[in-house]
């Protein structure tokens, strides 16, 4: 350390001296003199320097609107980011914007110089693809649309920016009503069927039901069928020869 006329890179020329500067994440505390080097400071929380300096003081880490892409660190600055729908309204992404391209547009961006490498951002939606294609939502991806004419069908959609072309392949079939009288069909088909499988398990039931009665039949009988030992016929008889010889008394 001397007094010069010219100093080093990473120096700083002060009262004729080459004075160290603080390194990246440091401040300034004192400058250098005849006796003593610079002294330096660790950047604050909160606070960065990014770069060699001889500054008294950090520079504030940048506050983010909605998310930080990067967080502060005591050499670097924040980086921030919006949320999916919005947009940076500057190079800084220091405010976010809602983004109010749909489906099947794009975004197209110019950058403003504001000064200080600062740039802010102007948005204009515009289709995605091609007056002749459409946007596949779920491939994310351009796709050319169906030329009905091409296939000598006529075309009841013309399609749009997320949409394909629908040609009438019914007409092409000479059939009527479209898809309704196909469901009117299907249905109609349905019930029918539900009709005669009602039908057949009523006549199924009533034959097992007949089929069953002829080979367990149900006996009856009667007490002529099954006559008494003759002990017990002539017990009833004088039971009864008594009976009217007790009604003649009376």
Known sequence: MGYARSCGEQ??????????????GEYLKESCNAHNKTACSPCDEGFYSDHFNMF????????????????????????CSCRLGFLC????????????????EIENRTDIPQGGGLFKYSYRCEAACTADAYFDV????????????????AELFPGNKTHNSVCDICAMMHCKGGDSSNMFLGISFLLLSLCFLAILSAVCVKILRKHRAKNYPVLGFSTADFPLPKEECGLELSFSDECKECSGLD
């Open 138 to 153: 779920k491939e994310e991806t351009c796709k050319q649309r169906t030329q009905c004419s091409a296939f000598g069908l």
């Open 56 to 79: 008294d003081r950090c520079e504030e880490c940048q506050s983010c609107q909605q998310e930080y892409a990067e967080k502060c660190t005591p050499t670097t600055n924040a980086k």
């Open 89 to 104: 309204s500057d190079s800084e992404c220091s405010t976010c914007e809602e983004n109010k391209c749909v489906a099947g």
């Open 11 to 24: 120096q700083a020329l002060i009262d004729g001296l080459c004075c160290d500067r603080c390194r990246p």
